[in-house]
T-cell receptor, first 111, second 115 residues
Framework: GQQVMQIPQYQHVQEGEDFTTYCNSS?????IQWYKQRPGGHPVFLIQ?????EVKKQKRLTFQFGEAKKNSSLHITATQTTDVGTYFC???????????FGKGTKLSVKP | NAGVTQTPKFRVLKTGQSMTLLCAQD?????MYWYRQDPGMGLRLIHY???????AKGEVPDGYNVSRLKKQNFLLGLESAAPSQTSVYFC??????????????FGPGTRLTVL
């Protein structure tokens, strides 16, 4: 079945360093979403990318959707302790409204 | 506007016991979902519903049943709990906009331990 793979599983950075997580799908996606889950919290929607090659920015966060619509990345510039959490990508699962989630990248930031 | 709420927040069961997790949303969303989250496994879809009175199986439906008798509520039942069902359960809801895949709004989760 369809799979969404995400790497790395864990990333430890010093505050101020950059961070990137990558997402790859076994099939072409119509769109991809990114969610953030703070420790002890629930996933919260960050953004959706729809177009091939699309790039979107939210302050220090940059999201990209690959030209072939099979991969995506999230880059955080100059991480802060508030960026701590697990970042999930999610591709459309084909069925009505369903999402296939990657296993997430857990980010820790050392002050 | 409470969004998505889940009851209970925590529960400990013994093997073989049954229980029902309640999810409620006040956003008039058509679609609702139940996920389980285990360490290193991400979010896995158990069952989902695209409207009142309809349900469908997700990726890991075995051992669970669901019901959507009212649009705002989605119930997840465990008839005979097993230790393998120890997990954090998240409910989510979404509204079909026809623009890409719809944003899902998650509840705070229920932490279930089966001994």
């Amino acid at each position: 079945g369809q799979q969404v793979m995400q790497i790395p599983q864990y990333q430890h950075v010093q505050e101020g360093e950059d961070f990137t997580t990558y997402c790859n799908s076994s099939t072409t996606l119509s769109n991809i979403q990114w969610y953030k889950q703070r420790p002890g919290g629930h996933p919260v929607f960050l953004i959706q990318l729809v177009k091939s090659g699309e790039v979107k920015k939210q302050k220090r966060l940059t999201f990209q959707f690959g030209e072939a619509k099979k991969n995506s990345s999230l880059h955080i510039t100059a991480t802060q302790t508030t960026d701590v959490g697990t970042y999930f990508c999610a591709g459309d699962g084909g069925s009505q409204g369903n999402l296939i989630f990657g296993k997430g990248t857990k980010l820790s930031v050392k002050p | 506007n409470a969004g998505v709420t889940q009851t209970p927040k925590f529960r400990v069961l013994k093997t073989g016991q049954s229980m029902t997790l309640l999810c409620a949303q006040d956003m008039n969303h058509e679609y609702m979902y139940w996920y389980r989250q285990d360490p290193g496994m991400g979010l896995r879809l158990i069952h989902y519903s695209v409207g009142e009175g309809t349900t469908a199986k997700g990726e890991v439906p075995d051992g669970y049943n669901v019901s959507r008798l009212k649009k705002q509520n989605f119930l997840l039942g465990l008839e005979s709990a097993a230790p393998s069902q120890t997990s954090v359960y998240f409910c989510a809801s979404s509204y079909p906009t026809g623009l890409g895949t719809d944003t899902q709004y998650f509840g705070p989760g229920t932490r279930l331990t089966v001994l």
